[in-house]
């Protein structure tokens, strides 16, 4: 009995000592966490909007888009037998992209092939008899009918089974696979996404008053952010005819891209040229969030950064012209934003 008591006590024992163990751990463990502080403020840079000269040459901020992006559909029923590229990959216009399963209807190929063959025979037999009067002419009528119905039949499952072969309607890149090998899929189920940017198409928002130095099929000059100074030819193939609601009109410029150099999705800007320079209230480039379409800045009000949406003007690549949205006393954050969220607390050095 002694015993059972001693064991009983060493094992409470050992059992406080673990506890005792992993509460310490814990301790430590919690201590070497960061928790982030949502009130912290953010140590960021700011300035103010300046009023700035922009140069006779006026640049309009936008963003490259795909000349042509198509999502490849399947019009066969049946499963993905072969995948002959992946995404990434380059295709030219014609291309075999997958194949699905056309066994049975190889099958019923062979069939409507013995069918209008026997069809054509009979006809040719009730054609020879009908020379000599020994069939009716309705009987002729009738073979000559069931030919025809067999052709069509036969071009039917030719068709069907061409349409087994997924092609590509253009030159391209794979830019994203929807299937895999052995996938089930039926009419109309999307298999391939192909983007060409042999071309691209630069979209940028011009202000009303700037809208009619855009001329259909004019030459300009467009600069990319990551080429720096270098120039690139674009032709302007589009100038919408309806305002948005900030009396923005919508310049589509295509500029060729043979050797891939550029990429949608990258920024760009259109270069015009003008007699006269311009003074108007700017902000630095280096301050802009978000995209050029939504053009956006944090304003410092108080001790908090506010995400703010402005209407942008010209561009001489430093400088963005505010239109409307931001006044010359704000407080814009022009470094540290990236690590800023609507409404974050900040602090200024």
């Known amino acids: 009995m002694k015993r059972v008591i001693t064991i009983v006590i060493v094992a ?21 966490i960061f928790i982030n502080d949502p009130e912290a403020a953010v140590l960021v840079k700011t300035a103010n909007p300046q009023t700035h000269q922009f140069a006779s040459s006026f640049s309009y901020l936008g963003t490259f888009e795909p000349s042509r992006q ?39 190929l062979d069939n409507a092939e013995v069918g209008l063959e026997g069809n054509k025979n009979d006809d040719s037999r009730y054609s020879n008899l009908a020379k000599e009067n020994a069939v009716s002419g309705v009987q002729v009528e009738k073979s000559k009918l069931s030919v025809r119905s067999g052709e069509i039949q036969k071009k039917q499952i ?11 309607p253009y030159a391209g890149v794979i830019t994203r696979k929807m299937i895999d090998l052995g996938s089930f899929v039926g009419n109309g189920t999307q298999l391939f996404e192909i983007t060409d940017i042999s071309s691209l198409k630069l979209t940028v928002n011009v202000p009303e008053r700037d809208v009619l130095k855009f001329h259909l099929g004019e030459q300009v000059t467009v600069r990319v952010d990551i080429y720096g100074d270098r120039d690139f ?35 760009g800007s259109v270069r015009i040229g003008n007699n006269t320079s311009k003074t108007a209230l700017a902000v630095p480039r280096l301050a802009l969030v978000g995209s050029s379409k ?30 409307d949205g931001i006044k010359k006393g704000d407080v814009i954050v022009v470094k540290g934003q990236v690590n800023l969220q609507d409404k974050t607390n900040v602090k200024t050095n």
Request: hydrophobic share 40%.
């Open 158 to 168: 030719q068709k069907q089974i061409r349409s087994t072969s997924i092609t590509a």
């Open 233 to 267: 030819k674009g032709k302007i193939t589009n100038i919408s005819v309806v305002a948005d609601k900030a009396h923005n009109f919508k310049v589509q410029v295509e500029v060729p891209n043979p050797k891939r150099e550029l990429m949608a999705g990258m920024y």
């Open 70 to 108: 198509n999502v490849v559909g399947s019009d066969a029923n049946g499963k993905i037998i072969s995948i002959k590229f992946e995404e990434g990959d380059q295709v030219r216009q014609g291309q075999l992209l997958a194949k699905v399963d056309d066994e049975m209807l190889q099958l019923q």
């Open 12 to 32: 409470v024992v050992l059992v406080g000592l673990v506890v005792v163990k992993l509460m310490s751990n814990k301790k430590e463990v919690q201590a070497k």
């Open 294 to 323: 939504n053009p956006q800045v944090y304003v410092v009000r108080g001790k908090k950064a506010y995400l703010t949406n402005f209407t942008a003007g010209t561009s001489d690549g430093d400088y963005i012209e505010v239109v």
